[in-house]
């Protein structure tokens, strides 16, 4: 019998098993297979994913790096609520001695920054909107799809890792739980893709449900908050500076770019809490 320490943290809802490297070393397994078994939410902690930091960064640049996996056992390139709380994690456990860092991660270099306000703001890089990049492919190259009974109208953006974003005046949560484990599986996403339905609610204000590849519905997505903001500024619905309403609570996204002007930084700015430190039985 083995037992590892290990922390709980939350960001909306959207929540992550933390473990020290050390620990993870104990339990001799691969990592794939130790998210699969922790993130178990019946025989396991439970979570949508598990994140270990790894102290020696391949980029010389980054401060820190991290291992992510999504509750399958599958990698992501990046998730915007784990690196919140992966920033905090790290902060307070003097993983970093300072209160903005770089992180190594998949997609690149990402950067977080504790608030004074105790949020956490991520600089989650530059949006991406080139179909091979995303990776996106259809036949035509028209942004449509065909999932079941119906058509929709869709924006690709990959924020280091895919989204499928749909517009919608219907109940985002229905269209995610019937069109979301569809699409996230459709031949025009060659790697799968997060799925976000969007009602916009005014020009500074949206409701986003999501459909998340390798996990399914989720509370919140933060690269799927700031994938849904993408689309809705290149479509002329809202303004720069907005409030996304997730299943588990808010977030807001900053981004200044424009359909003229995509090469700009966007920003996810939300919180990041503990839910508890256990000791776990393998």
């Not at 790894?54 to 820190?64: C, F, G, M, T, V």
């Not at 974003?165 to 484990?181: F, R, S, W």
């Not at 986003?208 to 849904?228: Q, Y």
Request: hydrophobic share 35%.
């Amino acid at each position: 019998m083995k037992t590892i320490k290990l922390t709980k943290m939350q960001g909306c809802g959207n929540d992550f098993v933390i473990i020290d490297y050390p620990e993870y070393e104990k339990t001799g397994m691969k990592m794939s297979e130790l998210a699969k078994k922790v993130c178990d939410r019946n025989f396991g902690v439970g979570a949508d994913g598990m994140i270990i930091p790894k102290l020696n960064p391949e980029n010389k640049d980054a401060d820190i790096s991290w291992y992510f996996y999504n509750s399958d056992g599958s990698t992501a390139q990046m998730c915007g609520n784990g690196m919140r709380c992966f920033a905090k994690y790290c902060i307070d456990n003097k993983l970093v001695d300072k209160k903005s860092f770089s992180v190594e991660t998949l997609a690149g270099i990402i950067k977080p920054e504790l608030l004074d306000n105790g949020l956490i703001k991520v600089n989650m890089g530059k949006p991406i909107l080139e179909d091979k990049k995303i990776p996106f492919w259809s036949e035509n190259g028209e942004k449509k799809l065909t999932a079941l009974d119906r058509e929709f109208e869709i924006t690709p953006v990959s924020m280091g890792n895919p989204h499928c974003v749909i517009i919608t005046d219907e109940d985002p949560m229905k269209l995610a739980q019937t069109y979301g484990p569809i699409i996230e599986k459709h031949e025009f996403f060659p790697e799968k893709t997060n799925t976000e339905f969007v009602k916009v609610k005014s020009r500074m204000e949206i409701d986003m449900r999501v459909f998340e590849r390798g996990c399914g519905i989720t509370l919140a997505c933060g690269t799927g908050a700031c994938a849904s903001v993408v689309a809705c500024v290149l479509n002329n619905l809202t303004e720069n500076k907005v409030k996304v309403n997730l299943l588990g609570g808010p977030v807001f996204i900053e981004w200044q770019g424009s359909a003229d002007d995509t090469e700009q930084d966007i920003f996810l700015i939300g919180s990041a809490n503990y839910s508890f430190f256990a000791d776990y039985i393998l």
